[in-house]
């Protein structure tokens, strides 16, 4: 974390229970931690063409819900990286558990009949995000969201090996991509975490371009953006496989992967 000497900016003090590692207002006085804000631009914008894309699909409303729930998170953790308050970190933080939510009964629900609802399932996750968030609104301890989002992450990766290593194993190469993606970005945070007055001494004396480059929260926006954009993806694939359907990757802007589907036909 943040050592208590950053400079005070349009936001006034800072009122969260988390100060990252970059400087505070050292880019501009309206952005506290201008890095580790536009970083989520990665997890506001491509998840919104997903999602138009399943609904021209006609997928089940669970995926597209998947996608805006990850717009939802960047756009919570862009305020909060920006204001550096209280009330934007329950925006980033809450939303966290509740996209996880999402994805965990995405892909529980991968080998079900078309657009069944597994009222249980719902149920329990609803009831697992409102004990979390009572919680957690009373006790403030970071470490708790933490430990809970940590949980929901490992359910994820559990089922996604079972699904890679005994019903489609020829999904390993996405499955394991956006799991290696995702745990480089948790590497990082915690080398953000860890080594942050070695970072900023280091940053003090370094060409601002190479400074730039160790804002580690900043990259693990980035790399768990991505990662989690492929998990959905690898989610699609399971259950649109199930169901029969024929994927086609359309690239926008010549680089982002965006999946397509189609039913199979009948022969």
Known sequence: MAPAVDREGYWGPTTSTLDWCEENYTV???????????????????????????????????????????????????????????EMQLLDELPMIYSCCIFVYCMFECFKTKNSINYH????????????????????EPIFHQVMYGMLVFTLVLRSIYIVTWVYPWLRGLGYTSLTIFLL???LWNVDNIFCDS???????????????????????????LGSYL?????????????????????LFGMWPVVMFEPQRKH
């Open 121 to 140: 399932l719902i149920f329990t996750l609803v009831l697992f995000s409102l004990i979390v968030t009572t919680i957690y609104l009373k006790v403030k």
């Open 199 to 225: 970072l900023r001494n280091f940053r003090k004396r370094a060409p601002p371009i190479l400074g730039v480059t160790t804002q580690f929260h900043a990259w693990w926006h980035i790399l768990t953006g």
């Open 28 to 86: 501009t006085l309206f952005v506290a931690e201008f890095w580790n804000t536009v970083s989520n631009l990665i997890m506001i914008i491509p998840p919104i063409f997903g999602a138009i894309q399943s609904i021209r699909d006609r997928l089940e409303k669970r995926y597209i819900a998947a996608y805006l729930a990850l717009t939802v998170v960047g756009m919570g953790s862009w305020c909060f990286h920006m204001t550096l308050k209280y």
């Open 185 to 187: 970005g948790f590497l």
């Open 231 to 251: 998990h959905i993806l690898f989610s699609l694939y399971t259950r649109t496989l199930y169901l029969r359907y024929r994927p086609k990757v359309k690239f």
